[in-house]
C-alpha cells in the first residue's frame, strides 16, 4: 500500500492528525443531526426559486395584456373599436326607444 504524503494537507504529526480527525467527525456529526433542517432549507429555496419562476411568468402575461389594454384604448380613443361602438350605439337606441 502506498504511504500517504501529509505534507501538503499540513498533518504531519499525530497531534494534528488527531485533531483534523475530530474536527471532521464533529463536522459529520453536526451535519448528520441536522440533515432534516437542511432538507427543509433546500425545499425552500426550491419553492422560492420556483415562485419567483412563477412571477416572472406572470410578469410576462402582465406585459402581454398592457399592450392588448393599450392597443384597445387607443382604437376607443380614436372611435374605432367595433365592441365599443356597438355598445354606445344600442345604449343609444335603447334609451331613444327605439330597440
Do not use: P
Not at 494537507?9 to 467527525?25: E, P, S, W
Not at 453536526?30 to 406572470?58: C, H, M, P, W, Y
Not at 395584456?65 to 337606441?93: C, Q, S, Y
Amino acid at each position: 500500500m502506498e504511504h500517504l504524503n501529509l505534507d501538503d494537507v499540513g498533518l504531519t504529526d499525530r497531534v494534528q492528525y488527531n485533531a483534523a480527525v475530530a474536527n471532521f467527525n464533529q463536522i459529520q456529526r453536526i451535519v448528520n443531526g441536522n440533515t432534516d433542517e437542511i432538507k427543509n432549507e433546500l425545499d425552500s429555496k426550491a419553492n422560492l426559486n420556483g415562485f419567483n419562476n412563477e412571477i416572472k411568468r406572470l410578469d410576462d402575461k402582465t406585459d402581454a395584456l398592457d399592450k392588448d389594454w393599450k392597443a384597445r384604448l387607443k382604437r376607443v380613443t380614436l372611435g374605432t373599436d367595433e365592441e365599443t361602438i356597438e355598445n354606445v350605439v344600442t345604449k343609444i337606441l335603447i334609451e331613444k326607444g327605439v330597440i
